[in-house]
C-alpha cells in the first residue's frame, strides 16, 4: 500500500464529534505551548476538566483529547500569549470540519477589550509537513503556530494579516456529496488503479479507507478504474456512499489493525479485511494508544541502534570467516587421494621404471585402475613420500579448519541470536541485559571506569494458553539459560525454532496432562520470537525439559538435546493471551 495517512478526514470526522460531544459550552481555563509547534489547551465543563492536544509537527500532527500534562517553557511563546489574551475564559460555540478536509475549526466567544461579545477562530488544519494552528478572526490571520511567506509557498501565505482561505490545489471532490453518476464518470475516464482513484479523486480518502472499501466490495484494489463494468460500478458506488453513511450518522468504529503486536494503522470505519483489530470507544484515547506504541517502538529501536550495529558489524565479519574457512577446507578435500598415490605406489613401486612420469594400478579400495602422476627426478619411495606429506599436511589443515569453522558457526549463531533478542526487545529494561551479553562475549570493550554492571528489570514474556497453562518466553540469551535451567522442572516442557536463533520457551505441565492445542500455542510463540517470525509457519523442535543440555563452556542460550518431536507451527500468535 502506498504511503498511509492515519488521519484521514474520516478520523478527523470522528474526532470533531468527540469534541463537539466533550466541549460545546465548555470555557477555556488554560492555554500552554509546550513543544514550538504544539498546543496544549484545557477546557472546564459541568463534567469535569478536559485536555485537548493540538500538534502540528510535520511527522507526527494530532488532535486528541488527553489525559496527559507536559511541562512548559518558564517564557510562553507569543503566539501561546495572543490566544491567553482573547481566549482565556473564552466560551465554545462550535467546532467544525468542512467538507471531509483534515480540518478543524473550533469557534470561541469571548469579551473583547471594550467588554462586548464577539468570536474568534482557533483552526487546526493535520496536513503532514504543511500542519498549522491558524488564529483567525472574520477570515484574516491574526497569527499561526508557524508562519508561511510567499517565499516557502506560492499557493497561500499564512501571515498576521493575511485572508485565511482552505487552498484547493488537488481539485478533490466531496465524498459525502458524492452521487452514483458522478462517482461511475470519474470511475469510467479515470487510467490509474481503483485503489488510486477513490484517495486521489475524493477528499479526505486515505489509502486504507480506499483498499478497505475495494475489499468490501470483493473488487480487485490494483484493477483500472476504467476497466470496471458498469454494473461493477455501480456496486461499488454502493460500498463507498455506505462508509460514507457512517460519516453522515457519526457511527464510527474507532480501530487499530496490528501485524501480530506492532500497531500498523488505525481508522474509523471497520477495519474488517485485517484478522487483528482492536476496538477503541473514543478516537482519542485510541490515538493515543497507537502513538505511544508506536513512539515506544520507534525509540527502543533508536535506543538500540548502537548495538545493532555492533552486531551487524560482527555478524557480517563472520560471515566473510566462514566464507574463507569453507573454502580452505574445501582445498582439502583431495588429501585421501593423495594418500591413496602414497599406498599404491609403495605397493607397487617395484614395477615403476626410473625416471616414470607416471604409472597405471589397480585401487584395492574402489576395485578400479587409476593413473597416478609421478615427478620423474624421485625414486619411487620419494614419490610416495611427497604424497604422504601432502596429505598429512591437507590433514592438518583441514583439521585445524573445521575446528576454525565449528567456532565461526557457533559464533554466527549465537550473534544471530543477539541480533533476534533486539528485534522482540520492548523495553530499555531488555537492552541492558543484552548489552551485558556483548559486553562479557568480548564485542563491547568494558570501560576501565565502569564501577559496576547496570541492573536490568526485565523479565521473560507470560503467556496464558487457552486453556490456562503458564507458557514463559526468554528475551535473550541469559533469560533463555534462567528459563531453561534455573526456572523449569524436568517434566515442564520445552520449545525452540529448528535450527535457527530463537527464544526458549517453557511451557509449565504443572504434573497435569497438556491438551493438544496448548502445545500449538506454545511452539507458535517459539515460531513468532524467532529468526522465522516474518514466515507464515516455522518448524519448531519441543522436548521435556529434562532432555536439554548445556555443553561445557557452551556460549549463553546454546544447548542440545537429541531425542525430540517436531511440529510446524504458525507464527500467528494474535489469539494468544498475555499475562497482565
Known amino acids: 500500500m502506498e504511503g498511509t495517512m492515519a488521519l484521514d478526514g474520516i478520523v478527523i470526522a470522528n474526532i470533531t464529534q ?178 488510486k482513484t477513490l484517495y486521489q479523486k475524493y477528499t479526505g480518502i486515505s489509502p486504507l479507507v480506499s483498499q478497505q472499501i475495494c475489499s468490501d466490495a470483493c473488487i480487485n484494489p490494483e484493477l483500472s478504474a476504467n476497466a470496471l463494468d458498469e454494473k461493477d460500478q455501480v456496486h461499488l458506488y454502493n460500498i463507498f456512499s455506505h462508509v460514507m453513511d457512517y460519516v453522515k450518522c457519526n457511527q464510527y468504529t474507532p480501530n487499530i489493525y496490528f501485524d501480530n503486536d506492532v500497531p500498523k494503522d488505525f481508522a474509523s470505519i471497520p477495519l474488517s479485511m485485517f484478522d487483528k483489530t482492536v476496538s477503541y470507544h473514543s478516537i482519542s484515547e485510541l490515538i493515543v494508544d497507537f502513538y505511544s506504541k508506536k513512539e515506544m517502538i520507534t525509540r527502543i529501536r533508536q535506543k538500540s541502534s548502537d548495538l545493532r550495529r555492533i552486531v551487524s558489524n560482527a555478524l557480517e565479519r563472520s560471515y566473510k570467516k566462514q566464507d574463507i574457512q569453507e573454502k580452505q577446507i574445501n582445498d582439502t578435500e583431495k588429501r585421501d587421494k593423495f594418500k591413496v598415490y602414497g599406498e599404491l605406489i609403495n605397493t607397487y613401486g617395484y614395477n615403476i621404471p626410473e625416471g616414470s612420469k607416471s604409472f597405471k594400478a589397480l585401487n584395492y579400495y574402489t576395485n578400479t585402475e587409476i593413473e597416478i602422476p609421478l615427478d620423474s627426478t624421485l625414486t619411487a619411495k620419494e614419490n610416495a613420500i611427497k604424497y604422504f606429506n601432502k596429505y598429512n599436511k591437507l590433514k592438518r589443515t583441514y583439521e585445524a579448519g573445521s575446528k576454525q569453522l565449528n567456532d565461526t558457526q557457533n559464533e554466527i549463531i549465537h550473534l544471530e541470536s543477539i541480533a533476534t533478542s533486539l528485534d522482540i526487545a520492548t523495553s530499555e529494561e531488555d537492552l541492558i541485559q543484552l548489552k551485558q551479553e556483548l559486553i562479557d562475549s568480548g564485542y ?137
Not at 468527540?18 to 472546564?44: H, M
Open 444 to 580: 563491547i570493550h568494558k570501560k576501565i571506569n565502569t564501577k559496576r554492571k547496570e541492573k536490568s528489570t526485565s523479565k521473560p514474556f507470560h503467556y496464558i494458553s487457552s486453556d490456562g497453562f503458564d507458557i514463559y518466553v526468554g528475551k535473550n540469551n541469559y533469560q533463555n539459560d534462567e528459563l531453561t535451567f534455573k526456572f523449569a522442572k524436568n517434566d515442564d516442557w520445552w520449545f525452540h525454532a529448528k535450527q535457527m536463533a530463537g527464544s526458549h520457551v517453557i511451557l509449565k505441565s504443572e504434573g497435569k496432562e497438556i491438551p493438544d492445542k496448548t502445545f500449538e500455542e506454545a511452539a507458535a510463540l517459539a515460531a513468532y520470537y524467532s529468526k522465522g517470525q516474518n514466515q507464515e509457519k516455522v518448524e519448531v523442535d519441543y522436548v521435556l525439559k529434562k532432555e536439554v543440555k548445556k555443553p561445557a563452556a557452551a556460549k549463553p542460550g546454546f544447548v542440545v538435546y537429541y531425542t525430540n518431536f517436531s511440529m510446524m507451527a504458525s507464527t500467528n500468535i494474535r489469539s494468544i493471551k498475555e499475562a497482565d
Open 18 to 195: 468527540e469534541l463537539k460531544d466533550t466541549l460545546l459550552g465548555s470555557r477555556i481555563y488554560k492555554i500552554a505551548q509546550p513543544e514550538t509547534d504544539e498546543l496544549l489547551i484545557t477546557f472546564k465543563t459541568k463534567e469535569g476538566q478536559y485536555r485537548l492536544t493540538l500538534s502540528a509537527n510535520a511527522s507526527l500532527p494530532l488532535v486528541c483529547l488527553t489525559k496527559h500534562n507536559k511541562p512548559s517553557p518558564m517564557t510562553a511563546p507569543n503566539f501561546c500569549m495572543l490566544l491567553r489574551k482573547h481566549l482565556n475564559n473564552g466560551r465554545v460555540l462550535s467546532i467544525t470540519q468542512p467538507g471531509l478536509e483534515r480540518i478543524i475549526d473550533i469557534e470561541v466567544e469571548h469579551l473583547n477589550e471594550m467588554g462586548d461579545l464577539c468570536s474568534k477562530h482557533l483552526i487546526v488544519e493535520i496536513m503532514g509537513k504543511h500542519s498549522n494552528i491558524i488564529f483567525c478572526d472574520n477570515n484574516i490571520i491574526l497569527d499561526s503556530i508557524k508562519h508561511v511567506s510567499a517565499q516557502i509557498s506560492s499557493v497561500r501565505e499564512v501571515l498576521p494579516g493575511k485572508p485565511y482561505f482552505i487552498p484547493n490545489t488537488t481539485d478533490k471532490l466531496n465524498p459525502l456529496e458524492a452521487n452514483v453518476q458522478s462517482f461511475c464518470a470519474i470511475l469510467k475516464t479515470s487510467p490509474t488503479s481503483i485503489l
